[in-house]
Every structure is written in C-alpha cells, then in structure tokens.
C-alpha cells in the first residue's frame, strides 16, 4: 500500500498497482488497512490488552471485554503455554502406563535412560551448536515491559536465523504439537525426565522415534514481526519444573 505522511504522520492510505503483477490482490489494501491511521492517532483507541469476560460467542452477546494489566496478559499466555506442555507430560505418562501391564512406574531401560540423565546434570550439551540466554528460569523481567515481572518456566535462547535444534541427551520423541503463535513443539522423554524445545518451524523427527544426544532435531523459528530467533527449552522431571540452567554446560 501507498501511504501519505505529513510531518511524521500518516494522512492518507491507498492501494499501490505499481505492484499489481507482484501482489496476490493485485496491488489492492486491504479494508482494514483504511482503519489503520484512527488505530494509531485516535486519543481513545486501546492502549491496554483486553481479556473476554462472557464465554458465549454469539452476534447478540456481548463479550464482555475489559481491561487487563499487560503483567496480567503476558501472564495468562504464558499459563496458557505451561497447561498445554503439562497435558502432553500427562498424556505421554499415560501412555507408557497403558503399555506397561505390570504396572511399574519405569521399566529397566527407562530407569538407567532416568539415571543417566541425572548423572549428566550440569554437562548436558546445549540443544544449540550457538546461542545466548537471554530469559532465565523463574521471575524475569519482562523484556519490553520493564516494570512487569513474568515467570519462565525454562530458559529462552537467542541464535542464528535458521538455526538446527539438537536434542540434549538420548531418548524418544514422545509428542510433537502445535503452540499457536509460537511454533511447534518437540517433546523428549528421558525416562522419568522430559527435554521441552518450543518455537521451531521445522521438526526433522517423527513421535516415538528414538533419538540420541545432539542429534538434529528441527529448526528454530525466526519471529519476522519483532526479528527475532529465540529457541524456548525447558526440563521437566515428572510434573516438576527444572531450571535448565543447572543442567545444561556452563549454563549458570
């Protein structure tokens, strides 16, 4: 689109046919472009998130938005985030307890893969060949909002556009799924431990594929909106939260 601006402020949009043979709309904005100048200069547009109080979506209901904290938002996303992968902790015990009819809590291979796992804490190699913590475990301050306080529940590392994920020991893949808006998600079992590698575009392994340590396992996503590649990784033992600081090499 063609966008005019006077003193530092947009007046006017419109579409731009310079670029008709380039554009799948033929150059033509989209209706909700047209809305963008009052969206941005209006003294009464929304400047705060909002959170839905009524459930029910219907033309006649009212959704009942009210203003929210963004502490409050970043928060309940991340809560959001962290129900998600606990359910699929959930469901991958589940599933190992269907396939065990003895009913023993981890069967002898499980248990030395549990073991070795603990045995390598703190030497654990790090699922990037490169990259920096940039988010730690625990209450962080949030990176754009300073005054807020969010809660990691693992570490998320900066890294090279297009950058290999590698798995951090040996195990089996026990789900792969979908986090909307932050990529897909591979879910390692370590015996009684779980690896988390969260924000990848491209996943290179299947469920129940037996994997070992530093074998590649996907591709970082790059967030094109605020340019950044961020691999997001967490360590589970059970249903408990680990700093993955504490496990991974010279991490801490």
Known sequence: MKVEVEDGIATRMESNYDIQDEHPGGGRVCVKAYGLIQKTYNPHRIK?????????????????????????ALNTVAEKIRKIIEEEIRKARAKEKRGNKEGFSLTPEAKALSDNFLENKGRLPWPLDKGIIVQGFGKQQHVVFKNIETHNNGVDIATDRGAKV???????????????????????NHGEYFSVYSGLKEVSVQTGEKIFAKQEIGTVMTDKNRQKTHLHFEIWKNYDKQNPSHWLYKAY
């Open 166 to 188: 590698r798995a951090v020991f040996d195990g089996k893949v026990s789900r792969i799924f979908l986090i909307k808006g932050e990529g897909k998600v591979i879910l390692i």
């Open 48 to 72: 705060t998130p909002m959170k839905r109080t009524n459930p029910i979506k219907s033309r006649d209901e009212d959704p009942g938005f009210v203003a929210i904290t963004w502490e409050e």
